[in-house]
């Protein structure tokens, strides 16, 4: 059972464009949501994370929308790059849990 | 050292011989967890330690999965009778604080293909 549904599972997108990433959870004891990004070969590396207690968290070009009611969360990729390029997951997790439970993926292609 | 380290990079396996997967930790890491990914897609989680103890274990198929972390040695995982559906990369991750208020940092990953 999928405890976090993501989706585009693909997305693509040209150079400068806004890449836009949604997730959404069931259980309301998650309090952790972090976006991973992975290149083909390597393992996954932390981008950005949020808690509830906030709805947005920018850190450069990469932005987190939270929406605590609904249960949902976003990531938006802006002015996005070919570097950019990858596989972005989104996980969620309780404070009593150090186990992540992952969205399925979404690749992201920046064209040029 | 400053990275998780994993090995082998690639292991490949006949249906029901053994495999086993070995993880050295970020030095000062009291965390580790190993996840497996199937096709490119999403993480199944397998067990995780606190140091030498297990501290979850909600996702291990312990029928024939195993792991370990032993003081002064890489924390393993073995897979006994291996089983086509265990192909997969294995991934090791290591947290100073458990995760929850810090990031895993993953290991670029162990692929296992059982023929």
């Known amino acids: 059972q999928q405890q976090v549904k993501q989706s585009p599972q693909s997305l693509i997108v040209q150079k400068g464009g806004i890449s836009i990433i949604n997730c959404a959870y069931e259980?309301?004891?998650?309090?952790?949501f972090p976006w991973y990004q992975q290149f083909p070969g390597k393992g996954p590396a932390l981008l950005i994370a949020i808690r509830p207690d906030v709805s947005e968290k920018k850190e450069g070009r990469f932005t987190i929308s939270f929406n605590k009611s609904a249960k949902q969360f976003s990531l938006h990729i802006m002015d996005s790059q070919p570097g950019d390029s990858a596989t972005y997951f989104c996980?969620?997790?309780?404070?009593?849990?150090?186990?992540?439970?992952f969205g399925a993926g979404t690749t992201v292609t920046v064209r040029a | 050292g400053e990275e998780v380290a994993q090995t082998p990079k690639h292991l490949v396996r006949g249906e029901g011989q053994k495999a086993k997967l070995y993880c050295a930790p970020i030095?000062?890491?009291?965390?580790v967890f190993w996840y497996q990914q199937v096709l490119k897609n999403e993480f199944k989680f397998l067990i995780s330690f606190q140091n030498e103890n297990v501290f979850d274990e909600t996702g291990m198929p312990k029928e024939r999965f195993s792991a370990k972390c032993l003081p002064n040695s890489p924390c393993s995982l073995e897979i006994q009778a291996t089983k086509l559906e265990d192909s997969a990369v294995y991934f090791c991750a290591s947290s100073q604080s458990g995760g929850q208020t810090g990031e895993l940092f993953f290991g670029e990953g162990s692929r296992l293909t059982v023929l």
């Open positions: 996980a969620a997790s309780r404070s009593n849990d150090y186990k992540l439970s």
């Open positions: 259980n309301t004891a998650f309090d952790y």
């Open positions: 030095k000062g890491h009291s965390y």
